[in-house]
């Protein structure tokens, strides 16, 4: 089965580039019927949708972080990253890398249907 | 885009049924039923329960069912169970640049 997993440097400096890779095992990420996307969690917060990529390289993003994001992929390798440029402890969460089904169709995420276990990333000096 | 708006906290003995209300805007839940929801047990990642209102992905338990009425969407979980107790949060298309707005968060508690 499909298994998504993160990985990348748990702890970052101020004002320093957050970057986290996930790795796809059990399917191709150029399927077109999925987004593959990021999403975090503040400590003992809620979640939020940071962005999305599809196979075509098309990428969707949050406003409240577009100006700091990139999200990219390398379908060599079946693996999406995110960068997160000029982080701060605001930035300091558990990184979630998720696959999103499409609606049929419509070219609408309809739900995060499988994710990786998450990755905690501390900014601090 | 604010987030979605959950109770904090919805508890319930075994066996009962609880609902949890996710409450958007006409800009979101009130015009597209691009509505999921996710359990989340302490330290693990979310898990899929329904997407599209009401539609449950192969392998939950249909114990779990959503509807949507007007800007309110809700889940229901019946026959409650111990391993039921978790976080719960939903989420919504937005049809603006905001694109997904996850909700507050429930904390269901079983008695």
């Known amino acids: 089965q499909v298994q998504l997993q993160e990985s990348g440097p748990g702890l970052v400096k101020p004002s320093q580039t957050l970057s986290l890779t996930c790795t796809v095992s059990g399917g191709s990420i150029s399927s077109g019927a999925y987004y593959w996307s990021w999403i975090r969690q503040h400590p003992g917060k809620g979640l939020k949708w940071i962005g999305d990529i599809y196979y075509s390289g098309s990428t969707y993003y949050n406003p409240s972080l577009k100006s700091r994001i990139t999200i990219s992929l390398d379908t060599s390798k079946n693996q999406f990253s995110l960068k997160l440029k000029s982080v701060t402890a605001a930035d300091t969460a558990v990184y979630y890398c998720?696959?999103?089904?499409?609606?049929f169709g419509g070219g609408i995420g309809s739900g995060f249907d499988i994710w990786g276990q998450g990755t905690l990333v501390t900014v601090s000096s | 885009q604010s987030a979605l708006t959950q109770p904090a906290s919805v508890s319930g003995s075994l066996g009962q049924s609880i609902t949890i209300s996710c409450t958007g805007t006409s800009d979101d839940i009130g015009v597209y039923d691009y509505v999921s929801w996710y359990q989340q047990h302490p330290g693990k990642a979310p898990k899929l329960m329904i997407y599209?209102?009401?539609n449950r992905p192969s392998g939950v338990s249909n114990r779990f069912s959503g509807s949507k009425s007007g800007n309110t969407a809700s889940l229901t979980i019946s026959g409650l169970q111990a391993e039921d107790e978790a976080d719960y949060y939903c989420n919504s298309y937005t049809g603006s640049s905001t694109y997904y707005v996850f909700g507050t968060g429930t904390e269901v508690t079983v008695l």
């Open positions: 599209e209102v009401s």
């Open positions: 998720a696959r999103f089904m499409i609606t």
